[in-house]
């Protein structure tokens, strides 16, 4: 997924030599993908 890759290199940047993976919730009713990444991609503005 490119926004993985993107998310992930971007977090990776504020944060080198931290070991991460971006999850994404495999059912449904785990949570919405595209709300999550909201919520993660206003974090890095706010961090």
């Not at 971007?10 to 919520?39: A, C, M, Q, R, W």
Request: aromatic share 12%; no cysteine; proline share 9%.
């Amino acid at each position: 997924m490119i926004i993985k890759e993107w998310l992930k290199n971007k977090i990776g940047k504020k944060f080198p030599g931290v070991d991460f993976d971006i999850l994404t919730p495999p059912e449904p009713e785990l949570g919405d993908y595209s709300t999550n990444l909201v919520f993660a991609l206003a974090s890095l503005i706010f961090i």
